[in-house]
């Protein structure tokens, strides 16, 4: 079984920046595609980024720049580094499995946690 | 970006109902589409993808059609556990992206 535990996430100030973690159990963050997905408060997700074949990623194009996705193979983590952070990154962010077939669809989800930017 | 728009975004319905949710993408992604459905202050749950494949553990009153553009996900009878809000998600090129959400409510 899957299991995948976010943690990192808070309060911080605009301008600030957090980095999220996600422990994968039951599967290899390095031998799969891993996400990131955020859900601002009261609305719908938003996909951030990939990770896959050991180092290849994309990400949202608003984002790109300021948020770095990588994974420590040997913690079998995945992490999130969020720099300038802006009130409008204010959401639940929540790691997913992907899993390549017809596409690469999310299969397994950690609970999220959340990110608060504010004054 | 391929956006993608669902309809309606709110729909009351009741328990027995059956309930379907358009999703439609601004350009061909084939068959790359997969749904999720959400509880409050729960993490998405895969229901379908490659469009029409139920996901593993998956009651079969849920079912997923089309292609291209244009899609819809089914619940035959919809049950009190149903009432959640459902996403649909392109999965044919990057920037991934998902539509915004049908809330099924009573």
């Known amino acids: 079984e899957v299991h995948l535990v976010e943690s990192g996430g808070g309060l911080i100030q605009p301008g600030g920046s957090l980095r999220l973690s996600c422990a994968a159990s039951g599967s290899s963050v390095s031998e799969t595609y891993m996400n990131w997905v955020r859900q601002a408060p009261g609305k719908g997700l938003e996909w951030v980024a990939i990770?896959?074949?050991?180092?290849?990623?994309h990400y949202a194009g608003s984002l790109k720049g300021r948020f770095t996705i990588y994974t420590d193979n040997s913690k079998n983590t995945l992490y999130l580094q969020m720099n300038s952070l802006r009130v409008e990154d204010t959401a639940i962010y929540y790691c997913?499995?992907?899993?390549?077939?017809?596409?690469?669809?999310?299969?397994?989800w950690g609970q999220g946690t959340l990110v608060t930017v504010s004054s | 970006d391929i956006q993608l728009t669902q309809s309606p975004s709110f729909l009351s319905a009741s328990v027995g109902d059956r309930v379907t949710v358009t999703c439609r993408a601004s350009?061909?992604?084939?068959?790359?589409l997969a749904w999720y459905q959400q509880k409050p202050g729960k993490a998405p749950k895969l229901l379908i993808y490659g469009a029409s494949t139920l996901q593993s553990g998956v009651p079969s009153r849920f079912s997923g059609s089309g292609s291209g553009t244009e899609f819809t996900l089914t619940i035959s009878s919809l049950q009190p556990e149903d009432f959640a809000t459902y996403h649909c998600q392109q999965l044919k090129s990057y920037p991934l992206t998902f539509g915004g959400g049908t809330k099924v409510e009573i």
């Open positions: 990770i896959y074949g050991g180092g290849t990623t």
């Open positions: 350009q061909d992604i084939s068959s790359h």
């Open positions: 997913a499995r992907g899993r390549p077939g017809i596409g690469v669809d999310f299969d397994y």
